[in-house]
């Protein structure tokens, strides 16, 4: 069955920094690959989509990274804020089916 | 735009009794939707995805005679988790799914089995 990996220790940066989380998979080939974040006893809010043709997707102060030879992706926040503190979660995805990582936890101190 | 609510947003229950969890969408309407489960630290697991008007397609390990899938509209979806026991405390989620850009979580319920 597939596997996703997150980093389920917390990443704790500085304000201004930039976050940088992995999201690694094995035994899948997603047609697409999402980034969510979710606060504590709140569902997911979707962040950003990356297709598998795809080795670069922007949005604001977000970045998102596919890689599919080294089944990775790299979700970077530029400029991080406090109030980015969140977990943030990759999803993968075929169709319609979507399968979740557990999450890394990230702390942005002032 | 694009709101989902779930009810209740917590509940404890009894072991043996049955517990019912609404999920609507509110200012959309969608005819794929899934429900998820989440424990403590742990990713979403997808437990069934369920089309308006058709049978919930449930996940290998899934029992679909506890977790009952009710998809009565196209912006409202129940669950009842039948004959409740302790390891089924969790955190409830429900999505509704509209493209491969737009899944609508709801907040979640957080079940608690005593």
């Known amino acids: 069955s597939q596997k996703i990996e997150q980093n389920s220790e917390a990443l704790n940066i500085q304000e201004g920094k930039t976050a940088t989380l992995t999201c690694n998979y094995t035994?899948?080939?997603?047609?697409?690959l999402q980034w969510y974040r979710q606060d504590p006893g709140r569902g997911p809010v979707f962040l950003l989509l990356?297709?598998?043709?795809?080795k670069e997707k922007r949005k604001e102060r977000l970045k998102v990274t596919f890689d599919t030879t080294l089944k990775q992706s790299l979700f970077h926040i530029t400029a991080s804020q406090p109030a980015d503190s969140a977990t943030y979660l990759c999803a993968l995805a075929n169709f319609n089916k979507f399968y979740f990582g557990s999450g890394t936890k990230l702390n942005v101190k002032p | 735009g694009a709101v989902v609510s779930q009810h209740p947003s917590w509940v404890i229950c009894k072991s043996g009794t049955s517990v019912k969890i609404e999920c609507r969408s509110l200012?959309?309407?969608?005819?794929?939707m899934f429900w998820y489960r989440q424990f403590p630290k742990q990713s979403l697991m997808l437990m069934a995805t369920?089309?308006?008007?058709?049978?919930?397609?449930?996940e290998q390990g899934v029992e679909k005679d506890k977790f009952l899938i009710n998809h009565a509209s196209l912006t409202l979806s129940t669950l009842t988790v039948t004959s409740a026991h302790p390891e089924d405390s969790s955190f409830y989620i429900c999505?509704?799914?509209?493209?491969?850009?737009?899944?609508?979580f709801g907040p979640g319920t957080r079940l608690t089995v005593t």
């Open positions: 999505s509704w799914y509209m493209t491969r850009d737009e899944q609508y």
């Open positions: 200012d959309f309407q969608a005819t794929t």
């Open positions: 035994n899948y080939s997603p047609a697409y």
């Open positions: 990356i297709r598998e043709n795809e």
């Open positions: 369920s089309n308006e008007g058709s049978k919930a397609t449930y």
